[in-house]
């Protein structure tokens, strides 16, 4: 079968609409902020949470707290070894997540983890379980 092209368009299939209504703009691409988290604000991350982590381990002292945060101290290790190759969308949860059990709001904390829990587990599952011990054992105190 041959297409004139000069023919007018009939069917759908074949037919290229420029802005249909269904196309979005380009501008909703295009990222809205300058937002940017280099390697001092990072590093600051890991340092909030293991500043948090020293409070836990000088306030507890039974032995499965202990070996409960000697864990989660190597988890946190492991994000530290991690954490240049953290994407974007994560520090900006880490860093909510750092504001919230700075100012020891724990729902936000816990919400913020669940949110990490559900989209990256797969690939930073190791030290978002030493988080969630950290907010439980933070939270005890």
């Known amino acids: 079968m041959r297409v004139d092209a000069t023919a007018p368009l009939t069917d759908f299939r074949t037919a290229t609409i420029e802005n249909h209504w269904n ?12 937002v940017q988290y280099d390697e001092l604000e990072r590093n600051d991350i890991v340092i909030v949470f293991e500043n948090v982590l020293k409070e836990c381990q000088a306030k507890s002292s039974s032995g499965l707290n202990k070996r409960i945060l000697d864990d989660t101290a190597r988890r946190i290790q492991a994000m530290r070894t991690d954490i240049d190759n953290i ?13 919230a059990l700075q100012a020891k709001d724990w729902e936000t904390a816990t919400r913020m983890h669940t949110d990490l829990m559900k989209t990256e587990y797969e690939k930073y599952g190791s030290w978002l379980t030493g988080l969630k011990r950290l907010i439980e054992t933070y939270q005890k105190l």
């Open 87 to 99: 994407s974007l969308h994560v520090m900006r949860l880490l860093s909510a997540l750092c504001k």
């Open 23 to 34: 196309d979005p703009p380009e501008t909703i691409f295009q990222q809205t902020g300058n």
